[in-house]
Nanobody, 125 residues
Framework: QVQLVESGGGLVQAGGSLRLSCAAS????????MGWFRQAPGKEREFVAG????????YYADSVKGRFTISRDNVKKTVFLQMNSLKPEDTAVYYC??????????????????WGQGTQVTVSS
């Protein structure tokens, strides 16, 4: 069992930065692939970034490549999403998710068994 709690969202101007954190509890965190997803109003939830349990493999959606960086600290059981050069189209609720015992990074929502409650990110123009 894994419980996830996101933090770090807020209101920022275009071009600014935010760092999201996702604190996890449970024994399976250290072996789980972790992902960040987002959902804008009226849109489907979409993959943003993912990282394997050792942090060796990281994948990003094309829309955030070069601007966002995912990382994790398995000792602190926390995964981070550093978001730079934010754009108004990045406005969404951001969710942390865990894919237990994954071999790689899936971009599919159905692959992730555990989800946080989400944190709102709003980018003003």
């Amino acid at each position: 069992q894994v419980q996830l709690v996101e933090s770090g969202g807020g209101l920022v101007q275009a071009g600014g930065s935010l760092r999201l954190s996702c604190a996890a509890s449970g024994r399976t965190f250290s072996t789980a692939t972790m992902g960040w997803f987002r959902q804008a109003p009226g849109k489907e939830r979409e993959f943003v970034a993912g990282i394997t349990w050792r942090g060796i493999n990281r994948y990003y959606a094309d829309s955030v490549k070069g601007r966002f960086t995912i990382s994790r600290d398995n000792v602190k059981k926390t995964v981070f999403l550093q978001m730079n050069s934010l754009k108004p189209e990045d406005t969404a609720v951001y969710y942390c998710a865990a894919d237990r015992d994954a071999q790689g990074v899936s971009q599919s929502i159905v692959s992730y068994e555990y989800w946080g409650q989400g944190t709102q990110v709003t980018v003003s123009s």
